[in-house]
Nanobody, 127 residues
Framework: QVQLVQSGGGSVQVGGSLRLSCTVS???????VGWFRQAPGKEREGVAT????????TYSDSVKGRFTIALDNAKNTVYLQMNSLKPEDTAIYYC?????????????????????WGQGTQVTVSS
C-alpha cells in the first residue's frame, strides 16, 4: 500500500512563500507525482505534476511562474515551492501519485490519473 505523508502547510501573508513536502513510500520510473488543491466551494484542481522517470513537469496557468515542483529521489520526497502567494491560493493542498503515459512518460493534472493521495494540508494566504 502506497503511503504519502505531507508537511509544510501554514498561514502566510500575500506575497509570502511556503514550501510543501510529501514523502512517498514507493514509486517507479513510470509514475507521476502531482499537487492538487481544493478551496471551499470549489472542485479539486491540479496545480503541478512531475514525472518520476523524466524531466516532464506541468503547471496550471494560475500558478505558472510562481510555483515550482521538485522531486528528490534520494529522499522519496516531492516538494511544492510556492512564491508570491495570493489569497486565491488558499486551499487544502494534496500530493498524489499516479501513472505516466506513453514513451515520453508524461503526466497530466487530472484527478482520475492519480490513485494514491496524501492527507492534505491547509495553506492560508491572507490579505
Amino acid at each position: 500500500q502506497v503511503q504519502l505523508v505531507q508537511s509544510g502547510g501554514g498561514s502566510v501573508q500575500v506575497g509570502g512563500s511556503l514550501r510543501l513536502s510529501c514523502t512517498v513510500s514507493e514509486y517507479s520510473g513510470g509514475n507521476c507525482v502531482g499537487w492538487f488543491r481544493q478551496a471551499p466551494g470549489k472542485e479539486r484542481e491540479g496545480v503541478a505534476t512531475r514525472a518520476t522517470g523524466s524531466a516532464f513537469t506541468t503547471y496550471s496557468d494560475s500558478v505558472k511562474g510562481r510555483f515550482t515542483i521538485a522531486l528528490d529521489n534520494a529522499k522519496n520526497t516531492v516538494y511544492l515551492q510556492m512564491n508570491s502567494l495570493k489569497p486565491e491560493d488558499t486551499a487544502i493542498y494534496y500530493c498524489a501519485l499516479g501513472k505516466a503515459y506513453g514513451y515520453g512518460l508524461t503526466c497530466r493534472r487530472s484527478i482520475s490519473d492519480y490513485a494514491d493521495w496524501g492527507q492534505g494540508t491547509q495553506v492560508t494566504v491572507s490579505s
